[in-house]
């Protein structure tokens, strides 16, 4: 369990909270690359930590990330008309360019360099691989741009969705590094997922539902091992790296591509779920790009025209009590991603840590806390730079191993959880 005000300081960050300061010093994702297609498209809402924005391309292309809301009135600048470089306010007129800087107020004389006195919030937008990225913190302190593995491959390697998910972003990533649910909530899916299934260690999972959990530091995070026991005393691993603040990558299943996560607070009671999947040495197949615009694996339906899943709160996430009784899911939810999301989202906007009784298994859960928390803390009173923040903290892959019982992960995995480009990734 957490003390109420441990939990409020890992579960805020909107602007001036410690948490949401050390949120801003990463390059966060922000938007899909196709949100913004083309120059001069319709500007699209942003809300993250608490922030408002908008963002936009202007006529040449150059992304812009900019406060909502007009300095003269405080009109939506979503309603804005994206024109001739800039992003023009429909009520009187004023025009911003990408920088936020406004460069027009037509109702004032152009000699009076009135609107040169004005400036709204902005923060920069790169395109990394599918992604448009962010830093929402002190430029003098900009980290280089990302370098994951999955945003790096060549475009027809990698995939990457976002889901709104309505819950904090905590609880959501904790499942992300919570191997132990696997073998009970995705059991359904392990057999008919065509992300997930044929893999030899899928009957591990199925076969040894007390995994054994190690966990040890690595530079950027944690490497979290579960072990399963496989033949003849061997043992079967599955090990997740999370990198600050809130990456994951599900240890891999077979030859299927890898997936992995992102957490990204909207507000203290809603993140957006990024959800990507990658081959690290070959381009994905027609079928499996397909399955995973078609919502399965970590992705999922949409409602159409949004991003919000199209199974939600507000329908009780298609419970199918009869596909539960027949077996074919566990918790008569369909798809991983969603029956992830409606048990997260069913604890409530922020649960309540306080009342939580933990397990071993929950040992990765324990330590992601500890690092975040210590973190914070040297980052609020040291200044000192978090883990996860240098690029080199970036090149960590998961692996799926089967090791004799005497070896450590830790020691017989070291490079297969590194990134090593042109070699595939460690699976069974
Ligand atoms: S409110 Fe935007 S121009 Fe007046
Ligand atoms: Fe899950």
Request: aromatic share 10%.
């Amino acid at each position: 369990m957490l003390r109420k005000d441990v939990n409020d300081l890992l579960t805020r960050t909107g602007p001036d909270t410690a948490m949401g300061d050390l949120f801003r010093q990463y390059w966060m994702p922000a938007l899909l690359a196709e949100e913004l297609p083309e120059n001069d498209c319709p500007p699209v809402r942003v809300k993250l930590m608490s922030e408002r924005l908008v963002a936009f391309r202007d006529s040449e292309g150059r992304y812009g990330l900019i406060d909502e809301f007009c300095a003269h009135r405080g009109v939506s600048l979503w309603f804005g008309r994206n024109e001739e470089g800039g992003l023009r306010c429909p009520y009187h007129g004023w025009k911003y360019d990408y920088t936020g800087q406004c460069i027009e107020v037509p109702s004032e004389p152009e000699e009076s360099g009135f609107c040169s006195k004005i400036k709204l919030k902005n923060y920069p937008l790169i395109k990394v691989g599918d992604i448009l990225w962010t830093h929402m913190g002190d430029p003098e302190n900009r980290p280089p741009k990302p370098e994951w593995e999955f945003a790096t491959v060549p475009p027809e390697q990698t995939f990457t969705s976002k889901r709104w998910q309505e819950c904090n972003w905590l609880q959501a990533m904790e499942g992300g590094i919570d191997s132990s649910h696997v073998s009970w909530l995705h059991s359904g899916a392990l057999v008919s997922d065509p992300l997930f299934k044929g893999a030899r260690g899928n009957k591990y999972n199925q076969g040894d539902k007390r995994p054994f959990f190690e966990v040890v530091e690595a530079d950027g995070g944690l490497f979290i091992g579960a072990r399963r026991n496989a033949e003849d005393g061997k043992y079967y691993w599955r090990i997740t790296p999370w990198v600050m603040p809130s990456f994951t990558m599900i240890p891999p299943r077979g030859d299927h591509p890898v997936h992995g996560h992102f957490w990204v607070p909207i507000d203290d009671e809603n993140c957006w779920a990024w959800s990507f999947d990658y081959h690290p040495v070959r381009a994905l197949s027609r079928d499996e790009r397909k399955a995973m615009q078609d919502g399965y694996g970590v992705h999922v339906k949409y409602t159409p025209g949004s991003y919000r899943p199209l199974a939600n709160k507000d329908n009780d996430y298609l419970m199918d009590r009869a596909a539960q009784r027949r077996g074919e899911t566990y918790s008569g939810v369909e798809g991983i991603a969603m029956q992830d999301a409606s048990l997260q989202e069913s604890m409530g906007p922020i649960v309540d840590r306080t009342k939580e009784n933990l397990v071993s298994t929950d040992n990765g859960i324990i330590m992601a806390r500890h690092r975040l928390r210590k973190a914070v803390v040297a980052l609020r009173d040291k200044g000192e730079t978090p883990p996860g923040v240098d690029p080199a903290h970036h090149k960590v892959r998961s692996a799926s191993v089967v090791l004799p019982p005497d070896q450590a992960f830790v020691d017989a995995c070291k490079e297969d959880l590194t990134v090593r480009p042109g070699v595939k990734q460690s699976s069974v």
